[in-house]
């Protein structure tokens, strides 16, 4: 069963809405390199000791803000449930695959620095996410569960970025066709 989401303090969320803002209108305006810590803090009115009381570096600031925007995702697509069922699985990927779809649509200058990034935080966030559904299967040991999750979750997320650049199948065929396999 999914564990309730850790709630946040108000403030936090407003400061990390204000970086999140902040990054992703810089970026509009300049490359992922030309951006500073410094910019980000200007833009987003928060001073630089804060930004580093959230997060280490832009980088983390970028995952973070790729983790939420997939969450969203993800929480639109499921509505809530987690399951191993195979329509769970299914929306499962058609929530990557709208994902690596927006991201390639939604900052096309941006894609080649921030795929591998998004890749890898999406291969992360899935395998965690199949870990819970997973859990249920009681003749596999944790080792094996693990396993099969990290398998799955990497399948996944290559099968949704070669569907976001090729886009040959509906979203529906392809769904059922990656379940299949």
């Given amino acids: ?32 390199e030309e951006i500073t810590v410094n ?4 833009r987003s009115t928060v001073n630089r000791a804060t930004f580093y009381d959230h997060f280490p570096d832009k980088f983390a600031l970028l995952e973070d803000i790729i983790a939420d925007s997939f969450q969203a995702m993800l929480d639109a697509r499921m509505a809530g449930s987690i399951g191993t069922c195979p329509e769970s699985v299914k929306q499962l990927i058609r929530a990557v ?16 620095q921030f795929t591998p990034v998004a890749e890898s935080k999406i291969k992360s966030l899935l395998r965690d996410f199949l870990l819970i559904g997973l859990r249920h299967i009681p003749e596999a040991s944790k080792s094996e569960l693990e396993l099969r ?9 290559g099968a949704a970025l070669e569907w976001s650049h090729a886009k040959a199948a509906s979203l529906e065929a392809f769904a059922d066709a990656v379940f299949s396999l």
């Fill in 39 to 42: 910019d980000i803090a200007e």
């Fill in 97 to 112: 695959c709208d994902f690596f779809a927006d991201l390639a649509s939604s900052c096309p200058k941006h894609q080649r």
């Fill in 149 to 157: 999750a990290t398998m799955a979750s990497w399948a996944i997320c």
């Fill in 1 to 32: 069963m999914k564990s309730a989401p850790a709630v946040l303090d108000p403030r936090i969320k407003r400061t990390r809405q204000l970086l999140h803002r902040a990054f992703s209108e810089l970026l509009t305006e300049k490359s992922f």
